[in-house]
Nanobody, 114 residues
Framework: QVQLVESGGGLVQAGGSLRLSCAAS????????MGWYRQAPGKQRELVAA??????NYADSVKGRFTISRDNAKNTVSLEMNSLKPEDTAVYYC?????????WGKGTLVTVSS
């Protein structure tokens, strides 16, 4: 069983920055993929950024603004978000795929005011 706990959400003005962190209960080296998704009100959950077996993936809408990083020793994955826009407002979820099972954190709310 994998547990994922997010932290770092909050309210920020447009153009500002936030850093999200996800702490995993297991070794993130063993995960097939690990990263971040988000879900805005009335919209489907979408990939933001993730480490996969093929490399690092980013949504087109965040390329150049967001950076995903990992600390294998601490079993954490972080998301540095810069130049935030109101359309980045969403609940951000940490995700891991391990042995064919998807695991999700409870989410952290990011609100970007205009």
């Amino acid at each position: 069983q994998v547990q994922l706990v997010e932290s770092g959400g909050g309210l920020v003005q447009a153009g500002g920055s936030l850093r999200l962190s996800c702490a995993a209960s297991g070794s993130i080296r063993s995960f097939n993929t690990m990263g971040w998704y988000r879900q805005a009100p009335g919209k489907q959950r979408e990939l933001v950024a993730a480490f996969t077996s093929g490399g690092t993936n980013y949504a087109d809408s965040v390329k150049g603004r967001f950076t995903i990083s990992r600390d294998n020793a601490k079993n954490t994955v972080s998301l540095e978000m810069n130049s935030l826009k109101p359309e980045d407002t969403a609940v951000y979820y940490c995700h891991a795929l391990w042995w064919g099972t998807n695991y999700w954190g409870k989410g952290t709310l990011v609100t970007v005011s205009s």
